[in-house]
C-alpha cells in the first residue's frame, strides 16, 4: 500500500523532536551535529533566540494579508536588501524555484518589452539545479530530474560550468540570457572562479544578455560574504535567493536591477502567500543577524579553521577524500569511496551530511558554528574514514 506521505523521499530513519544551535534532538534525547542544516536552510542553526522572538511576536499580530495591501515588514526587507546588493528592487516569494521561475519570465519579458522577442533562450550550466519546477527543471537540464517529465521546456541550452568559449560558442539570435550558480551546490560544491565570473558579466554586455546568478544555497552568508558573487567583484541583472534568507521559514526572493524589471508593472506578476507579514519579520530577523558587525568576518574565521582540518583528514585519508572543494561554509568532500557510504558512516558518528553530485559529501554547517563544533565534526569525519583503514 502506498503511504500517506507521497513517496517522493528516501528517507533515513531518523526523526527530530527538537534543535538547539547546531544541533538536533531525537526523542531519546540522542544528540546529532548538524552539518545538513536542512540543506544550507538553517543559516543561524535551530531554534536561534533572535528568530523564535520574532516569530512568537508577528504571529500574535498578523500572518497574512496577501499583496492587495501595504505590508510595511515587506518594504523594509525589500530597503535593506537593496542597501546591501546591487539590486533596485525585489519580489518576493516563497522558494527557490519560484524565484528561478520569476528569474526566467523577467528574461523573456526584458526582451520582448526591448523589441526582440525572438530572445528567450537561456544559457545554462551542466551540474546546475535552480528548483523543481518544470522550467527550472529545464534551466538545470538534469536528465535524472527531468525524465519522466517530457516535453521538456523549451528555451534551454548548456554549456560546461567554468568554459567560457563553450559558452561563447552557444550564443545565438535567440539567446537572452546565461544563469549560473557561483557555486554549484547540488552539482558537487563546484565553486566559478573569480576570472570565470568576471567573464560571464563580460559576455553579457559583449551580447546583450541579463545574466542571472542563483545564489539560492550559496547566498546569505554561507562564502563569507553576504553573496558569493561578490568575491568576484562583479554584479549580474537579476538574482534568485532563497534557504537562508528565512533561515528555516519559507520565504525566497527574486533580486533585480531597475533596467532588467523596466516592464514590470501591477499584474505582471504575483504570488498568493509571497512577502507576507509572518515571512518578512523572519526575512528581517535574519538580516539584523547577518548585518550585524563582524558576522560574516566570524563566518570566514571559522570557515578557515574547518577547512584547513578538513585538508589535513583528507591528507590522512587519500584512499577514503579525494578532495575538499569549496568556499566560506559550503564545503564539499569528493569522495574515493562513494558518498553515500560515507554519509551513512557520519550519521552512525552523530554528524549529519548531505550528499551531492560528483560523489562529494555536503557539509553546509549553520553559519554559527564556532571552534568547537568543528572540533567535533572532524573527529567525527576521522572515526568515519579510520573504518575503511580498520
Not at 199 to 223: K, N
Not at 375 to 389: E, G, L, N, P, Y
Request: proline content about 5%; overall charge negative; charged content about 20%.
Amino acid at each position: 500500500m502506498i503511504p500517506a506521505v507521497m513517496p517522493t523521499y528516501a528517507r533515513s530513519e531518523l526523526a527530530f523532536e527538537r534543535g538547539e544551535g547546531a544541533y538536533l534532538f531525537t526523542a531519546e534525547g540522542e544528540r546529532y551535529l548538524d552539518f545538513a542544516a536542512g540543506i544550507a536552510v538553517n543559516a543561524l542553526g535551530h531554534s536561534h533566540p533572535h528568530l523564535v522572538e520574532t516569530l512568537i511576536e508577528q504571529g500574535k499580530k498578523l500572518w497574512h494579508t496577501s499583496n492587495l495591501y501595504q505590508i510595511p515588514e515587506q518594504t523594509r526587507l525589500a530597503e535593506r536588501l537593496v542597501a546591501n546588493t546591487f539590486a533596485d528592487s525585489a519580489f518576493f516569494g516563497n522558494s527557490g524555484a519560484e524565484a528561478g521561475e520569476l528569474a526566467i519570465k523577467i528574461v523573456r519579458k526584458y526582451h520582448d518589452d526591448t523589441g526582440h522577442p525572438e530572445r528567450y533562450r537561456v544559457i545554462g550550466c551542466q551540474g546546475s539545479f535552480h528548483g523543481r519546477t518544470l522550467a527550472t527543471l529545464a534551466a538545470a537540464g538534469n536528465e535524472k530530474y527531468l525524465k519522466g517529465y517530457a516535453p521538456i521546456v523549451d528555451g534551454f541550452d548548456h554549456v560546461a560550468f567554468g568554459n567560457l568559449n563553450e559558452l561563447r560558442a552557444a550564443i545565438t539570435p535567440e539567446t537572452a540570457a546565461i544563469m549560473v550558480e557561483p557555486v554549484q551546490g547540488e552539482g558537487g560544491i563546484r565553486p566559478g572562479s573569480i576570472d570565470y565570473l568576471k567573464g560571464l558579466r563580460a559576455v553579457a554586455d559583449e551580447f546583450g544578455l541579463l545574466l542571472i546568478f542563483d545564489e539560492v544555497q550559496c547566498g546569505m552568508g554561507r562564502t563569507g560574504k553576504l553573496f558569493a558573487h561578490e568575491w568576484a567583484g562583479v554584479a549580474p541583472d537579476v538574482m534568485m535567493v532563497a534557504k537562508g534568507l528565512g533561515g528555516g521559514f519559507p520565504v525566497g526572493a527574486v533580486l533585480a536591477t531597475e533596467k532588467a524589471i523596466q516592464g514590470f508593472a501591477p499584474g505582471v506578476h504575483g504570488s498568493t502567500f509571497g512577502g507576507n507579514p509572518l515571512a518578512m519579520a523572519i526575512g528581517n530577523a535574519v538580516l539584523d543577524v547577518m548585518l550585524a558587525p563582524g558576522f560574516l568576518e566570524g563566518v570566514q574565521k571559522n570557515a578557515a579553521l574547518l577547512r584547513s582540518k578538513l585538508e589535513a583528514v583528507a591528507a590522512k585519508y587519500p584512499d577514503v577524500i579525494a578532495e575538499v572543494r569549496g568556499i566560506g561554509l559550503i564545503l564539499g568532500l569528493r569522495c574515493v569511496v562513494p558518498n553515500t557510504e560515507l554519509v551513512d558512516k557520519l550519521r552512525q558518528q552523530k554528524l549529519l551530511t548531505v550528499g551531492a553530485g560528483d560523489n562529494v559529501v555536503r557539509l553546509v554547517p549553520p553559519l554559527i558554528i564556532g571552534p568547537a563544533e568543528i572540533d567535533q565534526a572532524v573527529a567525527a569525519i576521522d572515526a568515519a574514514c579510520r573504518t575503511w583503514s580498520a
